[in-house]
């Protein structure tokens, strides 16, 4: 079976907007858009590392940079820009890139989802809809779009020629 194209969005990728959208929906309208609700969500998201299942702030990063690592090793040997400054710089090429980075952690994120969710209702004993999404995108997305950039970037300087700067 042939792989699919990295530029368009797969299943899984497609699963996690669908998740994302719904439980963002759900949040808003569950819990509202009010000042106390985005004071609650910063403080559940300040006291989550000194809580129970704070592995999770190892594990998904840890996931995120491996796949990270993977592919800007790649973009380094096909000479591509650095992820993140293409999305940012070259807006013919974003949306494609940044399909292709949804692809490659829409796995990591669906999990994120399931562990915020387990996390919320053992800890909190409650659920907050769209806390869930922003946990997800803060520990696998940032990570994977911050060091894949970085690694095609360490990965590409060996190959330049050293130049004596006078």
């Known amino acids: 079976m042939a792989h699919p194209n990295p530029y368009e969005l797969g299943l899984t990728g497609w699963a996690v907007i669908l998740c994302f959208a719904l439980l963002i929906t759900i949040g808003v309208v569950w819990h509202g858009v009010t000042a106390e609700t985005f004071g609650r969500i910063w403080q559940n998201l300040v006291d989550r590392p000194s809580r129970q299942m704070a592995f999770r702030f190892i594990l998904q990063p840890t996931l995120a940079a491996v796949f990270a690592i993977r592919h ?55 659920f907050y809809p769209a806390e869930a999404p922003i946990i997800a995108v803060l520990l696998a997305f940032l990570p994977y779009v911050v060091l ?10 060996p190959s330049k020629k050293w130049r004596r700067l006078d």
């Not at 562990?115 to 409650?126: A, G, K």
Request: hydrophobic residues 45%; positive net charge; glycine residues 6%.
């Open 72 to 126: 800007g090793v790649n973009d380094a040997r096909k000479g591509r820009s650095p992820y993140f400054w293409t999305i940012v710089s070259r807006p013919r090429e974003r949306v494609a890139r940044v399909r292709e980075g949804l692809n490659a952690t829409a796995r990591i994120l669906l999990i994120a989802l399931v562990i915020d969710t387990i996390y919320q209702l053992i800890e909190l004993n409650t």
């Open 148 to 157: 894949r950039g970085l690694v095609a970037r360490i990965a590409r300087y």
